[in-house]
């Protein structure tokens, strides 16, 4: 498989401080790449390094298996990017804005490709209507169609679920589903939602301060072996004793005797052996540990034992 975006221990340091630190990840053709990370992780940054709209101060982009810093127009031509609210004229219709900028990028420009273009942003029935009357998504999927134009192998898109209502954010999912299965395209997204790329990308990375924290594939990374489960009782010491005894000893946390790292599936058949123990259940609330790894990075706090080995 080949790789579309091979970075190297990519540094980034505004004055005395790094926004992005040694990163190092790949995107592989046909992927959704999901690029994960609080707010001031890094993203943005990343991206616009990407885009050769910034400089890094150290470290390798590779794209198409060329040096980005010595292959810039020939990458770039191969990419489509929305990286902040798409700048679309407000007064002008869907199709003359598409036309526009499809002028711009220098490609043919036939009425065909520009409807093709907008029915597949679900735009072909608002074509001649003025942008000013277009919802957030419907604006965000026209900024995606003129980052589609040139018909770029790989789309980078930051965030661009930011602001949306939900039906504007499952548009955006569902329009990225389509690009990769239906137009075999490779697409890096931003979020700073796990929910958000556990639903459409293959492959994932977090960052935190700039730094990898994981990467891998969705799969792997959210395998239901790895459910955090929490237990709360009327009377935890003599649950936690029980607990030890029973069968679930090994699937306990050295920290907290009422937390276990178990497969989800096996949750009913814990509650049910707990009732049977007479244990009196206030609660049993489980969750993915990468759910909760992700929510430590941000309040320091909570279980982040399966992902910090
Ligand atoms: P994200 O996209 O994940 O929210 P950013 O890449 O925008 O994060 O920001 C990462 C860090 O870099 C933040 O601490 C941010 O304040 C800082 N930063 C970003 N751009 C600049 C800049 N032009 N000058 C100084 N600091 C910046």
Redesign the pocket.
Known sequence: MALIINVNHLSKK??D?Y?VNDLSFTVNEGDIYGFL?Q???????TIRMLLTLIQPSSGIIEMFGKKLSTHRSEILKEVGAVIEKPDLYKYLSAYENLSIFAKMSGIKVTRQLLMNQLQMVNLQDRAKDTVKTFSQGMKQRLGIAVALVHNPALIILDEPTNGLDPQGIADIRNLIIRLSRELGKTILISSHLLSEIELIANRMIIIHKGKKMVEGNVADLLDPAHTLVEIETLNNTEAAALLQQSTWAPFLLPKNQLQLMMNKTAVPQLINDLVTMGVQLLSVNSSHSLENYFLSLTTQSGNVEAFTN
């Open positions: 505004f004055n401080t926004a990370g707010n001031g992780a890094g993203k943005s940054t």
